[in-house]
């Protein structure tokens, strides 16, 4: 289906991002993105004009851009003539829309009860417009075309006017999927939202519903969707798959059931389990064969690992006391390791062949989406690692190369070798100024050139800075091996805390030590003092020559580099970090796995009869303190007594 034309309802506070955004998308996937058409309205007319700036700035060809200040809900749009609109309307009908519309805002529904856009499904309380938007999104979607709207978790099960409209557009067959967002995702509101997928026409009754609250990293003070959530998502309403605690393909029938609420939790249950404790593990140790079977895909896959890691039956006790390496010296455990990292041998030579290789050539969108496929592929017989955690890597690294390989298309091959002045602000006079401050590669980080091709200098480079930072640690030295009289004797060589020698003090104070007969070991002292300032001094310049050097071997290496040399760099700067990343999940997973195992081991290793014990052995030991207490009459009766609180002293 060519997606030709998308609409928007923009809020009061919007200013087109998410037209844009989603258009932005769209074009990745096809061949021509001005076939793309956008229509947008906005109540607030300095944000109209900030819409359509933006539209402008984004280079969107004017022709394609279609906006109207005015009241969506108040008068319907797409499409009409403004000098009359009563007798030109004539509805636009669109291929995708996208909606952000303002959470649960008052509207006025008098009179709407011929609209066109409710008639089929019932107007909206007007203390809640949510499904007025809704329903004008739907008005205008084409046939076999697909809506997303933004709204709040009440319009799930709220019941009145709003329960009628979801129990019509249930069914109607309208609802295709319901995905429930992290809370605090987006700006200026912290309440947990939802995004419903709507059709006009599809061939399935059922809805799926997706409990994506739990994916999110924090992003400051508001939590982010990362691109392995929103593939997670995608890949799930595409596939239209049951996946316990995260979504559900609920039947018609169930939500006819469940009075049309559709309220997730009553579907998914994406709770996290609770730690329970067994009474009698808690009071004989051991551990419980029941909270084993947690780990139950790991036993299958290390088939011999838990009978290495422990012993007996029903409640279970530890064979090996060094856990860690049990579990990394295991056999199953090596067979996976080396089975997983088989599937990915040829990862960098795939990486290079299609990104360095085609870099000049590949449609960036297609080879993304190719290379993430190609990494799923190989997860396909793997067990215990999840999948998104890898695709995860790979987007991270790709939105980079992705960058660098728009630069090699716009400005051909040569910008890989380019460089140019880096510039930075400084003040001057009391204004910021921007001056040039050396170099940097367009595309080739300096830092990585010179860990590849200069590595003798750069190292070089680091043993001098090494030195140099041992020095203060060695001045400390000489300081403590003196004592406070000796410091006295020296005081001129000192600052006023003693704790930092005045190097323009000490070949005097030396002088005066010498000619007054002093001690041997203190003139010794203060020379190795001034011997290490002149070798920090000495280090400093050579630093400074070393750096300046290496700086400048960089940029004539970049400048001048080989085919071949090219394609190494960019393979440790694109494709290595990739492969890296992946390889080390099966670490990552086995560490977790280890952790937990460790956890579990010491749950019951102290048990209720310990904890009895150590109390009471406390508890004497207090009473016996207690008991050497010396005080007043009244003082002494309540210590006694609460000697006897404590079971008394043993005789």
Not at 36 to 60: D, H, S
Not at 115 to 143: E, T
Not at 148 to 161: K, S
Not at 304 to 324: A, D, M, Q
Request: with cysteine; net charge negative; proline share 3%.
């Amino acid at each position: 289906m060519p997606l030709n034309k998308f609409i928007t309802n923009l809020t009061r506070e919007g200013s087109g991002s998410l037209l844009i955004n989603i258009g932005k998308t769209a074009a990745k996937y096809l061949d021509d993105a001005n076939r793309i058409q956008y229509y947008a309205q906005e109540y607030n007319l300095n944000t109209y004009n900030l819409t359509r700036m933006n539209l402008v700035m984004r280079g969107i060809l004017p022709a394609n851009i279609f906006t109207r200040n005015g009241d969506t809900l108040k008068e319907d749009w797409p499409y009409f003539d403004e000098s009359d609109p009563h007798s030109t309307y004539e509805p636009l009908y669109v291929d995708a829309v996208v909606s952000n519309p303002p959470y649960s805002q008052r509207w006025d529904p008098t009179g709407k009860d011929s609209d066109p856009r409710y008639v089929r499904y019932g107007i909206a309380p007007k203390s809640k417009a949510d499904y007025a938007f809704l329903l004008h999104d739907l008005y205008h979607l084409q046939p076999n075309g697909i809506m997303t709207i933004v709204l709040p978790h009440g319009v799930l099960f709220r019941g009145g006017e709003e329960g009628n409209i979801r129990k019509n557009l249930i069914e109607q067959n309208n609802i295709d999927a319901i995905i429930g967002l992290p809370a605090n995702i987006f700006f200026g509101t912290g309440i947990p939202t939802i995004v419903m997928v709507l059709r006009q026409k599809r061939e399935n009754t059922d809805i799926l519903i997706i409990d994506a609250s739990k994916g999110f990293k924090k992003d400051g003070k508001n939590n982010k969707l990362r691109a392995c959530d929103i593939r997670k998502i995608v890949d799930t309403i595409k596939e239209r798959k049951n996946v316990e605690k995260y979504s559900k393909v609920v039947s018609l029938k169930d939500i006819r059931k469940n009075d049309y609420n559709l309220n997730i939790p009553r579907y998914v249950d994406s709770s996290e389990e609770t730690e329970s404790y067994d009474i009698y593990a808690s009071m004989f140790g051991g551990i419980p064969e029941n909270e084993l079977e947690r780990f139950e895909s790991y036993w299958k896959v290390f088939p011999s690992l838990k009978g290495e890691l422990f012993t007996g039956e029903e409640y279970l006790s530890l064979k090996s006391e060094n856990i860690k390496e049990t579990i990394k010296n295991n056999n199953d455990v090596l067979k996976f390791i080396e089975e997983y990292r088989e599937k990915f041998v040829d990862l960098g030579e795939y990486l290079d062949k299609t990104l360095i290789d085609g870099a000049s050539t590949i449609n960036i969108a297609k080879t993304r989406e190719d290379i993430a496929n190609s990494i799923f592929y190989r997860y396909k017989d793997i067990a215990l690692i999840d999948p998104y955690g890898a695709y995860e890597i790979f987007e991270e690294k790709f939105t980079a190369i992705a960058g660098d390989i728009e630069l090699i298309q716009t400005e051909g091959l040569n910008a890989i070798t380019q460089v140019d002045p880096n510039m930075v602000i400084k003040k001057k006079n009391s204004k910021d100024v921007e001056v040039q401050e050396g170099w940097k590669g367009h595309i080739l980080p300096f830092e990585l050139v010179q860990d590849i091709c200069l590595s003798e200098i750069k190292r070089n480079l680091k043993e001098k800075q090494e030195k140099l930072l041992e020095i203060p640690s060695l001045y400390e030295e000489i300081l403590e091996s003196m004592s406070e009289d000796d410091k006295e004797s020296i005081s001129e060589a000192l600052n006023d805390t003693n704790d930092a020698f005045v190097f323009k003090n000490i070949k005097m104070v030396i002088k005066s030590l010498k000619s007054d007969g002093e001690s041997k070991e203190l003139i010794e002292a203060l020379q190795k003092a001034e011997g290490l300032n002149n070798e920090e001094k000495k280090l400093k310049t050579e630093i400074k020559q070393c750096e300046d050097e290496l700086h400048l071997e960089t940029k004539k290496k970049i400048e001048n580099l080989t085919e071949d040399e090219v394609k190494h760099l960019l393979h440790e700067k694109w494709s290595r970090p990739i492969v890296n990343g992946i390889l080390d999940l099966s670490n990552n997973m086995l560490k977790i796995f280890t952790k937990n195992i460790e956890a579990l081991s010491t749950k019951y290793e102290i048990t209720m009869d310990d904890l009895e014990k150590e109390i009471k052995e406390t508890e004497k030991s207090l009473a016996a303190m207690l008991s050497e207490l010396t005080g007043s009459e009244r003082d002494m009766e309540g210590i006694n007594e609460f000697i006897k609180l404590l079971g008394g002293i043993d005789e």
